[in-house]
């Protein structure tokens, strides 16, 4: 699906989500936009000659779920009409730069070239360092997650945070929820956006510095020459001809100079004026060959990535509350939870509960493969061995603890670790109450004993990135988890 319905859907999904209560949208609401979505699915699978997918039914079933509200609630149909992100910068930022770049060497004396020209010097040298930045992010392995900041991405991403007053409890609260989300699932499209932009803005301000030489030299007599406190004639010469050296070798029919040239252009030679076209050919020619038209292929592929995410938006449709709509028009597959339990070895009847707990987390459906226990204090990597966790077929991975264990940084908190830097779709944390409630039955105080212990691991996992979800395998009735709600994943950073 496109941006604009992965949006919407995303959208849908967040209020749904936050009405539990169902005060928003009632029962019947959600299953008449379900009934109605399959039907036009189906309607425009049959014009297209193909078959119903589970993109057409939620698009068609967000549009009416988003139809209804509107209608009721005028605040949402206002949120709904304003555009999100700031689209205005894309365009601003590159034509402000072409204007900043042609005022830029109006700074300079505008009756003569300087050959050590301080702003042209500047433009060349900090792309070519751009450059080697690049070249060196793509050669070095690690996290490439670019030089923007979050706070910046969020502001592109969705724009101005306020929402609508006079909104439902509920509603609101899925409102804040969908801005959040949105701007962690569309991270990436915005990072390519602001790549484009950005590299469309510096080959700009190259272009419109470049301008600004020609333009001046359309109304004003050129002197070329140079001046230096610590450079000599030789040293200005080698400069010049390491930097002129692409177009020298490109452009055959451009002026090259030799360093009695340099020598008599410096300025306190009192040498003849000698005019700047040569120079203005050579530093135009330069900067358009060594920053325009790199940055102008730079932004090309920032583009065409751009676009490409934007007709086929990344939206993960394994979420447990996709899964459960597809399986309302019967294109759902069974999901599979990976359970990877940890100095914790589980009997007939908790392997029982495990199954339990998969189908409340991921449908009826749900199968669990259960991995060997990983040994108190062993290494991750000799226990799992080497490579990623995010197989094909796995929807959900999740690590298994008891609550009775005490968190351990080195061990435990080693675990989750390796967990997280081998599986890109995140991992979920069970906690397991049943022993703990076992051996504490009938004594005084356990239900505060259990309460502590579980805020003690929840602080622990969210110090260590994941999120965690308690649950009794002996009896899973007693932590019941929402279908469609799945199991709690690491926080949208």
Known sequence: MNEQVARRVVLVRSIESADTAHEVLSEDDRKYASRSARELAAWQAADSKSAATQDHFLQQRSDQVLKRLAERIPAFATFQKRGLGLHGVWLALPLLALVAGFLLDRIADPHRVDLLSAPLLFIIGWNLLVYLVLLVRAVIPGRKTGWARPGLLHRLSVGKAALPRKLPGPLSRGLANFLEEWAVLSEPLTRARLSRTVHLS?????????????????????????????????????????????????????????????????????????????????????????????????????????????????????????????????????????????SFTLDEARDRGLWTVAAMALGAQARVLLRPTVPYGEEPKEALGEGSLDEAGVTVTAALFSLSATPEKENHGAFLDYLGRHSKRGVAVLLDESSLVERGAGQAGLEARITERIALWRQFCSFHGVAATVVNLLDPAKRPIELGAGLALPELR
């Not at 001046?216 to 007599?221: K, P």
């Not at 004639?233 to 452009?251: D, N």
């Not at 020598?263 to 020619?285: D, I, K, M, N, Q």
């Open 202 to 342: 510096a080959a700009a301000f190259a272009l419109g510095a470049v301008l600004s030489l020609y333009w001046r030299g359309l109304l004003t007599q050129y002197v070329a020459g140079w001046e230096s406190t610590f450079l000599d004639a030789g040293q200005v010469h080698t400069l010049l001809s390491w930097l002129f050296l692409p177009v020298l070798t490109l452009i055959p029919y451009l002026q090259g100079f030799s360093l009695a040239e340099i020598e008599a252009l410096r300025f306190s030679a009192r040498t003849p004026a000698v005019g700047g076209e040569r120079w203005v050919h050579l530093y135009g020619a330069t900067i358009l060959l060594l920053v325009v038209l790199p940055r102008l292929l730079l932004a090309l592929f920032a583009a065409l990535r751009a676009r490409r995410l934007a007709r086929r938006f990344p939206l993960e449709l394994e979420h447990p509350y996709f899964r459960r709509l597809a399986d309302s028009i019967g294109a759902g597959t069974a999901a599979t939870l990976r359970v990877l339990p940890y």
